[in-house]
């Protein structure tokens, strides 16, 4: 709140209030980098994980064309990769999009066939935003790393939640947003590594003024680095209590809706996030039961989605249930749910009791 009200100059400033704010992003800096394992050097501030995303694709996409113009993917990536990769497509670069195994783990012997002399970049997420899968980051940047081709990893649901440290994981780069850790909207980051023997020199996507080391010009969003720093440091000192609680509570609750008849868990259930839980009610339309959870006519609401966020407007069954060999069926049957640190057993127990009583609603149609 200071940085919106009493210190709200800009951080570029020389004269006394822009230095303070200066200071503040410093301190955010190396907040982020502390909670990730690099260099407060490293971090490149940037509007949110999708701004990130294009930046790092992007950016290794015109410094490195010269080396070859191949990129490769996954096809259950967020929709800022798979659209990103899309549109350099159209500009004449080849991009590889890897199907997954029905548990959404990406088969590791397919990646390298698929590496060729002429591949600049590999890109695959950390946790799928959907199922909470989580792929063998460290084995895929060690393959990357040995066909001498760059890593980059979305770590937007990872980040606050799995321990990272882009040092030992090998990682490139790693683009994430405030938000998904209790930080402020319209804010994020982007990691770049700088430490030889891969140091990275991305080309900048927006030009003016040369802020964050020409990385990417604009004047800095203060109140929103700050609010991000911040939201770092306590993930560091409590993700690990968070995670214990969390994931008790998720086990809990997917052995009681595995109750109900015909479920079944999308995605690998021994890699997967502690918060996330992506399931399918057979002959349940997932649109119709998230639209009765959240009638407001109802006294108590839930909150759940059948994807990502950022595809809400969709009418188009989720692309990565889709990827996993599911039926376009059952993958409109599928739901997913998280959990937050400020879920509570009581929300739970609210939650099942409606659903059931959803679901009986729905059926009985």
Known sequence: MPYLTDNFANASSTH????????????????????????????????????????????????????????????TEHSAVLDTCKYLEKKGYKVSYLPVNTDGLLDLDLLKATISPETILISVMYVNNETGVIQDIKAISEIAHSNNVFFMTDGTQAIGKIDIDVEKMQ?????????????????????????????????????????????????????????????????????????????????????????????????????????????????????????????????????????????????????VLIAMGLSETLAFNSIRISLGRFTTQKDLDVFVRVLHESIKELRRW
């Open 16 to 75: 006394q209030f822009g230095v303070g704010a200066n200071e503040a992003v410093k301190i955010a800096r190396e907040q982020i980098a502390s909670l990730i394992g690099c260099n407060h050097n490293e971090i490149i501030f940037t509007s949110g994980a999708t701004e990130g995303i294009n930046l790092a694709i992007k950016g290794i996409a015109e410094s490195y064309g010269s080396k070859g113009k191949h990129i490769i993917t996954v096809s």
């Open 171 to 319: 990682i490139d780069l790693m683009p994430f947003s405030g938000h998904k850790i209790y930080g402020p909207k319209g804010v994020g980051a982007l990691y770049v590594r700088q430490k030889r023997p891969r140091k990275i020199s991305i080309e900048a996507l927006q030009h003016g003024g040369g802020h964050e080391k020409g990385f990417r010009s604009g004047t800095l969003n203060v109140p929103g680095i700050v609010g991000l720093g911040i939201a770092c440091e306590i993930a560091e000192k409590e993700s690990k209590s968070d995670e214990n609680r969390i994931r008790k509570m998720r086990n809990e609750l997917e052995k009681e809706l595995l109750k109900i008849e015909g479920a079944f868990i999308n995605g690998n259930s021994d890699n997967r996030l502690y918060n996330t839980l992506n399931i399918c009610l057979p002959g349940i339309h997932s649109e119709a039961l998230i639209m009765r959870l959240s009638n407001p006519e109802n006294k108590e609401l839930v909150a759940l989605s059948n994807g990502s966020a950022c595809t809400a407007n969709s009418l188009d069954a989720s692309h």
